[in-house]
Nanobody, 115 residues
Framework: QVQLVETGGGLVQPGGSLRLSCAASGSIARVNVMNWYRQAPGKERELVAGITRVGTTNYADSVKGRFTISRDGVKNTVYLEMNSLKPEDTAVYYC?????????WGQGTQVTVSS
């Protein structure tokens, strides 16, 4: 059935940038909200950013002004542009597609910010 696949993670120096992508591998009904979550070692999973089907966005305070979420409805793909990266941004990043009564999760992609 439907699977989500994240790409774009990797190692970057502090102050650098990365662009994450997440796309559905199969056909999927209308997605109401697309989200990016992250989980760092020893910490709880947290919501980083979200975007609705009409383009409304929200961000965690820790990433406002640095990260930008966007979506392509035709491709059923969500992106996360990450700029001015900090070591504390290091985590596994997960995408989440949410419908009214169900949601889907990707396997995650590692982002490491280090010199």
């Amino acid at each position: 059935q439907v699977q989500l696949v994240e790409t774009g993670g990797g190692l970057v120096q502090p102050g650098g940038s990365l662009r994450l992508s997440c796309a559905a591998s199969g056909s999927i009904a209308r997605v109401n909200v697309m989200n990016w979550y992250r989980q760092a070692p020893g910490k709880e999973r947290e919501l980083v950013a979200g975007i609705t089907r009409v383009g409304t966005t929200n961000y965690a305070d820790s990433v406002k002004g640095r990260f930008t979420i966007s979506r392509d409805g035709v491709k059923n793909t969500v992106y996360l542009e990450m700029n001015s990266l900090k070591p504390e941004d290091t985590a596994v990043y997960y995408c989440n597609f949410r419908q009214y009564y169900a949601d889907y999760w990707g396997q995650g992609t590692q982002v490491t910010v280090s010199s």
